[in-house]
């Protein structure tokens, strides 16, 4: 099931707070932080991220802001924390990529 979709063609951006848990990172400071979208085809669209000075909400782009190349169908998405030679993933999200309409 897909958790929403998304118009091939768009800008792909996002806003991720990262929530520590007990025992964990206080903040993602310090920490490589990567992101892939990899569409119905299996192809990997690598994302841009960034970090607020709290290191504590992510900002997620498609580097080329043009996402015409995707695939239409299923997509997964998930981020990859590095810190201290440990790594962790976020949860997995499903979402389904769609054809646009309008063209130009």
């Known amino acids: 099931m897909s958790s929403f979709t998304f118009k091939r063609g768009g800008t792909f ?4 707070t990262y929530t520590p848990e007990a025992g964990g990172l206080t903040d993602l400071l310090g920490s490589t932080i990567t992101s892939d979208i990899r569409d119905s085809a299996g192809v ?7 970090l607020n000075g709290a290191g504590l909400v992510i900002t997620i782009t498609d ?3 043009d ?14 924390v590095s810190e201290g030679g440990v790594v962790f993933y976020s949860q997995t999200i499903t979402f389904t990529v769609i054809p646009a309409v309008t063209l130009s």
């Open 44 to 50: 990997y669209h690598s994302l841009s991220t960034s």
């Open 13 to 16: 951006t996002a806003t991720v």
């Open 63 to 65: 580097p080329y802001g």
């Open 67 to 80: 996402t015409a190349d995707w695939a239409t169908g299923e997509a997964k998405w998930d981020i990859r």
